[in-house]
């Protein structure tokens, strides 16, 4: 048995999902993060939670692509076995994802598609071959987005995506309650990451809209985020389940 919790968190190498791996960390769990192509950025955030004081572990993944889940459930379990002496973790966190910016009308069948594998097939069939590796009584956190509540043009193919996340929240609340596994939605407003060619941190006339349209008036950051993430991994969160949690500043309200 681990003497910590562990929590793994896909795309964990940057932005919001790095943010999510250090604040957990700060709780006392420790972290397994995937990555996709940035071996470095994944290896700064090993350091960094070593530093804190947990363990941490980076294994490639592409999200996009279920057929590689059984293999990277291999990798992580035989980590966790030599390791923690465990095959068990407690917190998946599903982050990982790329973003859109397309109207409707110019729209194709394969950005459609590409949304669907990273933002949705994914999350379901890493969340199904995760579910035999967790504890009992763990948590899954799904990362949606404040684009699921309002509508921007442009953002339909993703937002859509984001949406189904949202449904299949509640879904797995009720299926893995009698396993006290409680999964809730992070639905993020904008922030300021690479995400989406990182326009968030780039895109003056879009920063001054976001400000202009958040109650307290900024454009979010990363370490607005993660530290969300991390109380709902905590004894603190125990009794929210289902629920969609939206961390924007107060997007349009
Ligand atoms: N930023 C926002 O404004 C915002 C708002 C709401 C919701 N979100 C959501 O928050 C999540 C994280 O976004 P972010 O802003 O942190 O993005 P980011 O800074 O671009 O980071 C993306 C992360 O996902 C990984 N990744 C990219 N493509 C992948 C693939 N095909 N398979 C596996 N991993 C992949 C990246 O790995 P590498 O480092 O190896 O490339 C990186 O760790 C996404 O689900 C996004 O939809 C973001």
New binding site residues.
């Given amino acids: 048995m681990s003497k910590n919790k562990i929590a793994l968190v896909?795309?964990?190498?940057?932005?919001?999902?790095?943010d999510m791996a250090i604040n957990i960390a700060k709780k006392g769990i420790d972290v397994i993060?995937?990555?996709?192509?940035?071996?470095k950025?994944?290896e700064a955030v090993i350091a960094e939670v070593e530093s804190l004081g947990q363990s941490c572990e980076a294994f490639q993944?592409?999200?996009?692509?279920t057929s590689q889940f059984d293999e990277f459930f291999n990798k992580v379990s035989s980590y966790l076995k030599s390791e923690k002496g465990t095959d068990r973790f407690d917190f998946l966190i599903n982050?990982?994802?790329?973003?859109l910016y397309e109207l409707i009308s110019e729209t194709s069948e394969d950005q459609l598609d590409a949304m669907y594998n990273?933002?949705f097939k994914?999350v379901y069939f890493l969340t199904q071959k995760a579910i035999p590796f967790m504890n009992n009584g763990g948590r899954i956190i799904n990362?949606?987005?404040?684009?699921v509540r309002y509508s921007f043009p442009t953002a339909s193919a993703?937002a859509c995506m984001?949406g189904a996340v949202e449904v299949f929240t509640r879904y797995l609340a009720k299926e893995l309650a009698p396993r006290k596994i409680a999964v809730n939605t992070v639905?993020?407003?904008?922030?300021?990451?690479?995400?989406?060619g990182g326009e968030?941190k780039t895109n003056t006339k879009k920063i001054e809209f976001i400000s202009g349209s958040t109650a307290l008036g900024r454009m979010?950051q990363?370490d607005d985020i993660g530290g969300v993430v991390a109380f709902l991994c905590t004894e603190d969160a125990k009794w929210v389940n289902g629920q969609r949690i939206e961390v924007t500043g107060g997007m349009l309200l």
């Fill in positions: 896909t795309g964990g190498s940057r932005g919001l999902g790095k993060i995937t990555y996709h192509s940035n071996t950025a994944a993944l592409d999200s996009s692509n982050n990982a994802g790329t973003g990273i933002h994914s990362i949606s987005s404040g684009l993703y984001k639905a993020p407003g904008a922030i300021a990451t690479d995400f989406g968030n979010g990363p």
